[in-house]
């Protein structure tokens, strides 16, 4: 054990003899300070030094958490600044996501890499509604973590996993999501324009959906649904149901794409291109290549309602504004943006950096895999 080592379990000892909330609290921080200064250069034994003697303050710290403020707010503090880190000591990271607090363990459950699906699911089947909603905004998701959450039947919970494009949804999943819909036009909304919701269950919603959330859902259908959609719905107003076209075929476009690198002609200029031409499939090949991602990656957020996910992509790819915004409208079959929502979009894209956003694609893509 190195002297640096030994110092940091002194002090660790020290403070919880002592018995001084504030000693604790300074500890504590000192500690977490001194981990994310070199997170990613310790080997596994330091890093299990850390989550030993971090597991230890925090237990004290929450046994006064309870009636002191600022204990709350120190381990809130700690879980928003542990949460990114993909090293993170994984007992403190249990620890926290478990608080009943959600300020504590909201910020670990959206994003912590270090949470495994047997975990998420724990979780899932015992706490409340904050800490479901928490789960269900973390951009990837398996199906039995979903499942999971979707059996508390919360419809907030159900509305933040539809409008999740990394959400992976069963069968039986997207059933209790469109159950709960046919009141709820928001959900049939979100719910109604994900590529992966099976056209049996589309046809469900789209028969139970007012004349208003059927002409919602062909507005702010993204181009791969638009004619599956309307097909959908004119064939529910005669009382017909007919077979609808299936998910697209990327296939093609992966070669197109593949034949323009080739030439050398893959670049921001040919995105700009297939952009504007509304080409869903050839958009999605591009910046993918482009973003040094996949089309399995790009494609539903592509399909999202929301940007901030695409917006990462398109900064991964140094694109320009021109390109992104263009990237953006051609989700949808027809028409263009709020100037408001473009002009929000605009301002998010520009307080990211391209070495975030590279890092978050990564993390991303291998949450996917």
């Not at 880190?85 to 478990?98: M, N, T, W, Y």
């Not at 910020?107 to 998420?120: F, I, K, M």
């Not at 099976?198 to 259908?221: E, G």
């Amino acid at each position: 054990m190195s002297k640096a080592q030994q110092s940091i379990i002194d002090e660790v000892e020290s403070a919880i003899r002592a018995g001084s909330p504030e000693k604790g609290l300074e500890t504590a921080r000192r500690v977490t300070d001194l981990f994310l200064s070199s997170a990613g250069s310790f080997d596994d034994e330091q890093i299990a030094l850390f989550d030993d003697v971090l597991e230890r303050l925090i237990g004290t710290i929450e046994l006064r958490a309870i009636a002191d403020m600022g204990a709350r707010i120190a381990l809130a503090e700690i879980s928003a600044q542990l949460a990114p880190v993909a090293q993170a000591p994984p007992s403190v990271i249990r620890r926290l996501a478990s608080n009943d607090e959600i300020r504590i363990a909201g910020p670990v459950l959206q994003e912590s890499a270090r949470l495994d699906d047997g975990e998420l699911v724990r979780i899932a089947s015992s706490k409340g509604e904050p800490h479901l909603l928490a789960i269900a905004g973390r951009w990837w998701l398996k199906e039995i973590v979903t499942d999971a959450l979707l059996a508390r039947r919360y419809p907030s919970v159900s509305r933040r996993l539809a409008a999740n494009p990394g959400a992976r949804v069963s069968g039986g999943g997207f059933a209790v999501i469109v159950g709960q819909a046919e009141n709820d036009p928001e959900l049939a909304v979100s719910v109604g324009v994900r590529v992966d919701l099976p056209s049996d269950l589309r046809r469900r919603l789209l028969r139970s959906a007012t004349d208003a959330v059927r002409a919602r859902l062909l507005s702010r259908a993204p181009p791969h649904l638009f004619e599956e959609i309307r097909s959908a719905i004119a064939a529910v107003t005669i009382g017909v149901e007919r077979e609808m076209s299936g998910v697209r075929d990327f296939e093609g476009a992966k070669r197109a794409i593949a034949g323009l690198k080739a030439t050398g002609q893959l670049d921001e200029a040919a995105l700009l291109g297939f952009a504007r031409q509304r080409r869903y499939e050839e958009t999605v090949a591009t910046l993918a290549a482009l973003s040094g991602s996949t089309v399995d990656v790009v494609r539903p957020l592509m399909q999202s309602v929301r940007e901030d996910g695409l917006l990462v992509s398109c900064k991964a790819a140094q694109l320009s504004w021109e390109t992104t915004g263009a990237v953006l409208e051609s989700r949808f079959a027809t028409g263009a943006m709020k100037p408001a929502d473009l002009a929000r979009a605009q301002n998010h894209f520009a307080g990211m950096t391209t070495e975030d956003a590279r890092r978050t694609l990564r993390f991303w893509q291998v949450r996917a895999s």
